[in-house]
């Protein structure tokens, strides 16, 4: 008798593990436990044998820092789509700010955002797990520019898009976004096209390599089309300013340092370049990275901005608090052992 156990994308190792150990107190005499990477739809690895060596196994893939999740007979999932289906919701929270390089006191500034997102609709795109849902976003911050302060407010929403391929995800927003800029002189209000656009590349992650385990690339834009600038005095209409943005950002993670209780540690290198306005832009500086449970939950990046045309350069320092993320992972550590809801049995004679 040969049996087998698969479950959803946010099951790991230790789920297995725990399926192990109960079915050989139940004198099971064989296993074939078919691992793919976590949130894939592709083949990673299978363990075929007697239930000591797929806990062997699933152990030194547990040391390695590896997640992964389960599939059933044939290497197949009960459901490709499950692996957006159980990947529905992200909310990010994200604060910083900024000071000259010159007189910190004069050019300074912060803002704080929000994002979420929600994928209501799974199916497949291309042979690959997809979800379709709509973001939300909220931001507001606020600066000083010589001897004139200014703050912001802006909102966007509109429809987002997730793709799952193997060692790789890729996440669109597109919508409407509105800014309400206010300074001591002047207020405009902004209508733009918002674009985000962020790819995840790790399967060397997924394969188990600690150097340059992954690379983020960030694409995004925020495209007028109506804006109405006045004064605060008079009402008048003012000439509108240029509020178009564009950058492409890569976020290069150098090296894994993996901890107890699953926890990793990943310094890196953040590059980017665009346009804002009609000015060229571009940042340079370190990052770090810490997750648990296969979940990135804080980023921290500290780097400088300049722009073409203009001496000196700001110093920027930023904090991602992946909220979703640690939701996952906190779920993932309660796991002591699958429930009847999580398993997926087949047996072959």
């Known amino acids: 008798m040969v049996t087998g156990w698969f479950a959803n994308a946010d099951d790991d190792i230790d789920r297995a593990k725990a399926w192990l ?36 196994w699933l152990q030194r893939q547990q040391e390695q820092g590896s997640s992964v999740e389960l599939a059933g007979k044939n290497g197949q999932p009960k459901d490709r789509k499950s692996y957006a289906a159980n990947d529905q919701f992200d909310l990010f929270m994200n604060a910083g700010g900024w000071h000259s390089s010159g007189n910190p006191k004069v050019n300074a500034g912060q803002y704080a955002q929000g994002k979420a997102r929600y994928r209501l609709l799974s199916y497949s795109l291309f042979g690959q797990p997809a979800g379709l849902g709509g973001f939300v976003l909220g931001e507001t911050g606020s600066g000083r520019s010589g001897s004139s ?20 995800d890729d996440s669109t927003d597109l919508g409407w976004a509105r800014q309400w800029d206010k300074s001591k002189n002047d207020k405009q209000t902004t209508d733009s096209i918002y674009l985000s656009n962020y790819t995840n590349l790790e399967q060397r992650r997924r394969d188990g390599k600690k150097w ?28 509108a300013d240029n509020k178009f943005t564009a950058g492409l950002d890569v976020r290069q993670s150098i090296y894994d340092f ?11 290198l953040l590059l980017g370049g665009g ?18 449970f296969g979940q990135d939950i804080l980023i921290a990046d500290v780097f400088s901005k300049f722009k073409s045309g203009v001496q000196g350069y700001r110093w920027y320092g930023a904090l991602l608090l992946n909220v979703g993320g640690a939701i996952k992972a906190y779920k993932a550590s ?16």
């Open 258 to 268: 993996d901890f107890e209780n699953r926890q990793r540690l990943t310094p890196g």
């Open 21 to 56: 150990e109960k079915n050989k107190s139940a004198r099971q005499e064989q296993a074939a436990v078919i691992v793919l990477p976590q949130a894939q739809g592709e083949l990673g690895a299978r363990q075929d044998g007697d239930m000591d060596e797929a806990a062997d």
């Open 212 to 239: 340059f385990p992954q690379t983020e690339v960030i694409l995004s834009a925020n495209i007028p089309y109506d804006a109405d600038k006045t004064s605060v005095r008079s009402g008048k209409s003012l000439p």
């Open 275 to 292: 346009l804002e306005a009609k000015d060229g832009v571009g940042k340079i500086g370190p990052s770090v990275k810490w997750g648990a």
């Open 149 to 168: 302060p200014f703050s912001w407010n802006k909102v966007a929403v509109g429809p987002s898009h997730k793709i799952y391929g193997k060692g790789w």
């Open 334 to 349: 309660q796991i002591t052992e699958p429930g009847p809801e999580d398993l997926g049995f087949y047996s072959e004679k």
